[in-house]
T-cell receptor, first 112, second 118 residues
Framework: GDSVTQMEGPVTLSEEAFLTINCTYT??????LFWYVQYPGEGLQLLLK?????DKGSNKGFEATYRKETTSFHLEKGSVQVSDSAVYFC???????????FGAGTTVTVRA | GAVVSQHPSWVICKSGTSVKIECRSL??????MFWYRQFPKQSLMLMAT?????????EQGVEKDKFLINHASLTLSTLTVTSAHPEDSSFYIC??????????????FGSGTRLTVV
């Protein structure tokens, strides 16, 4: 079935460090890809998305590019802040299905 | 933008009692809502898909008699955990899709409900 494999955490960084969270997917077709962020004690918020190959999603300094050749959608941020501490989930959705498939989540802690 | 309100944000109940969690779409009509369960430090597990005016579709392994879902209107879905036990303690999250947005759009999530059964 369709699935997402996400880099295991936890990840601990210092402020202004570079962040990368790897995400690869397995799908029978061409899914839409998403990154969601979950701050402590809260629900999920959509961070960014990409709907087709070579699309780049970006928001709040985060970026991810839909790479069909490597079936990847890695999340990056050039300079993290303490407020970026959260759990990040990679997810996919097929056009013919309402369901979202989530990765396991990566906990990121940014220290001042 | 699309907003989903989920209540309560946390609840503590005694073992054997039932708890109802509400999920409302505030500024759009959601024909489909989803209920997830999240264990500590783990990903979201889809429990069921709630369809307005019809029975919910449960994922394999989810007890439909224990987790009752009602989607009586286009803006409200409820999840009732019946005869709760400590092992039902978890973080429950709902999400909804705005049908006026493209199908490739992501869904809007509620803020979650922390259920503790003592």
């Amino acid at each position: 079935g369709d699935s997402v494999t996400q880099m295991e955490g936890p990840v601990t960084l210092s402020e202004e460090a570079f962040l990368t969270i790897n995400c690869t997917y397995t799908a029978t077709g061409y899914p839409s890809l998403f990154w969601y962020v979950q701050y402590p004690g809260e629900g999920l918020q959509l961070l960014l998305k990409a709907t087709k190959a070579d699309d780049k999603g970006s928001n709040k300094g985060f970026e991810a590019t839909y790479r069909k050749e490597t079936t990847s959608f890695h999340l990056e941020k050039g300079s993290v802040q303490v407020s970026d501490s959260a759990v990040y989930f990679c997810a996919l959705k097929m056009d013919n299905d309402y369901k979202l498939s989530f990765g396991a989540g990566t906990t990121v802690t940014v220290r001042a | 933008g699309a907003v989903v309100s989920q209540h309560p944000s946390w609840v503590i109940c005694k073992s054997g009692t039932s708890v109802k969690i509400e999920c409302r779409s505030l500024d759009f009509q959601a024909t489909t809502m989803f209920w997830y369960r999240q264990f500590p430090k783990q990903s979201l597990m889809l429990m069921a898909t709630s369809n307005e005016g019809s029975k919910a579709t449960y994922e394999q392994g989810v007890e439909k008699d224990k987790f009752l879902i009602n989607h009586a209107s286009l803006t409200l879905s409820t999840l009732t955990v019946t005869s709760a036990h400590p092992e039902d303690s978890s973080f429950y999250i709902c999400s909804a899709r705005d049908p006026d947005r493209p199908s490739t759009y992501g869904y809007t999530f509620g803020s979650g409900t922390r259920l503790t059964v003592v």
